[in-house]
Structure formats: structure tokens, C-alpha cells
């Protein structure tokens, strides 16, 4: 597609659900990132992915997070049993490899009630 | 490791006036520096890039320039518009880091 994409925009979701967070990268892009932008937080890095394998999971803020990406392109946040404190806004961003240059996403706001 | 510090907001201008965002890093290497830009309601955009010392990136009347000795990329308009009101963030990637690291964010208002 002509950019990076993500699902839902808006979510809102009660306390204890489960939540999955959809990201279609730009076409060819290998590389796929996710980050989380808390209010008075900033971007705070939380996954990244070199095709389909996330040598990094460190910066998951719990066991409660997981990410999965299938065929190298469409991405996967699920976030189980959410939290008030998960309330942010999700970015996807893709490059065209690792360490070029990152497009985000719109993001998926989540508020978690 | 790596960290960027960009001076707190909000920068409150006027229409027509000079902008200046400091932005100062710690890399280890030799990193890619980048504006950010955050529209209301908008994702994030890149706005300007520079990848080697010296180096001056430039966009929409924005410029920064990479410098290498006082590790900084400060982030300069000669007359901000209302338009550009918005978040700006400062970061950078280094060949041996897969992510971007951002600064917390710079809001600026511009008003008419």
C-alpha cells in the first residue's frame, strides 16, 4: 500500500479483555517496528521485527504483550488481560530494511475503561 | 547506550517568528539524526533527516544541521507559521541499533 496502515484507529476495550492490534506495512518493507506513546511518556520502543523473526523482545513492557508477523509484511500487538496503564496510543512504523529510514502509522488509540 | 534531550515545551511563538528546538544526543558509532513532526490528531512524519557529520537536512522551510563535535541537531525556521504548530521530536539510529531513539517531544503553538 502507499503507507503504513493500522487497525483498529480507535479502540476501547474494559479492563481484563484482550486486545489485538493490526499493522499492514508499506509493500517490500522488511523491517517493522512497534512503539507506544503514553501521555507525558513519549515514544517508547517496544518490539521490532527482520521479516518474521523479533530478535528483541526486551523492550515488552510484560508477558502480557506479544507481537507476531506472518508472510513479512502484516503485524500482530495482542495484548492480554489490559490494564489501565495500557492505555496509549500504539504506532507501527516499517522500513525498508533495519536501520533506514521508519514511516509510521497513524496508530491505534487504546483506552482501556 | 543511546539517548536524545530535546528542551521541554511548549515553545509558544508568535506568527512570523525564528524557531529553535535544541536537540542533543549520546551515541555510540555514528548515528542517523531526524526530525519528527506530529500534526493534532496525526501520526508521526518525518520532517528532515541527516545521516553524516555535517550534514544539513532540510524541509518546509525547516533546517538542522548534524553536529558531530557539540553532538547536537537543533532544530531551526526562520518565520513559523500557524500551520506549524504541532509536536516535534528529535531522534536517531545507529548502525548498531535496529530501532529509532526518540526524544520526550517539543510542542510548539504558534499563534497569530
Known amino acids: 500500500g502507499a503507507g503504513v496502515s493500522q487497525s483498529p484507529s480507535n479502540k476501547v476495550t474494559e479492563k481484563g479483555k484482550d486486545v489485538e492490534l493490526r499493522c499492514d506495512p508499506i509493500?517490500?518493507?522488511?523491517?517493522l517496528y512497534w512503539y507506544r506513546q503514553s501521555l507525558g511518556q513519549g515514544l517508547e520502543f517496544l518490539i521490532y521485527?527482520?521479516?518474521?523473526?523479533?530478535?528483541?523482545k526486551s523492550g515488552l513492557p510484560s508477558d502480557r504483550f506479544s507481537a507476531e508477523r506472518t508472510g513479512g509484511s502484516v503485524s500482530t500487538l495482542t495484548i492480554q488481560r489490559t490494564q489501565q496503564e495500557d492505555s496509549a496510543v500504539y504506532l507501527c512504523?516499517?522500513?525498508?530494511?533495519?536501520?533506514?529510514?521508519?514511516?509510521f502509522g497513524q496508530g491505534t488509540r487504546l483506552t482501556v475503561v | 547506550g543511546n539517548s536524545v534531550t530535546q528542551m521541554e515545551g511548549p515553545v509558544t511563538l508568535s506568527e512570523e517568528a525564528f524557531l529553535t528546538i535544541n536537540c542533543t544526543y549520546t551515541a555510540t558509532g555514528y548515528p542517523s539524526l531526524f526530525w519528527y513532526v506530529q500534526y493534532p490528531g496525526e501520526g508521526l512524519q518525518l520532517l528532515l533527516k541527516a545521516t553524516k557529520a555535517d550534514d544539513k537536512g532540510s524541509n518546509k522551510g525547516f533546517e538542522a544541521t548534524y553536529r558531530k563535535e557539540t553532538t547536537s541537531f537543533h532544530l531551526e525556521k526562520g518565520s513559523v507559521q500557524v500551520s506549524d504548530s504541532a509536536v516535534y521530536f528529535c531522534?536517531?539510529?545507529?548502525?548498531?541499533?535496529?530501532?529509532?531513539?526518540f526524544g520526550k517531544g517539543t510542542m510548539l503553538l504558534v499563534s497569530p
Open positions: 531522534a536517531l539510529t545507529n548502525s548498531g541499533y535496529s530501532t529509532l531513539t
Open positions: 512504523a516499517s522500513s525498508e530494511t533495519l536501520n533506514t529510514e521508519a514511516f
Open positions: 509493500s517490500g518493507h522488511t523491517a
Open positions: 521485527f527482520q521479516g518474521n523473526s523479533a530478535p528483541d
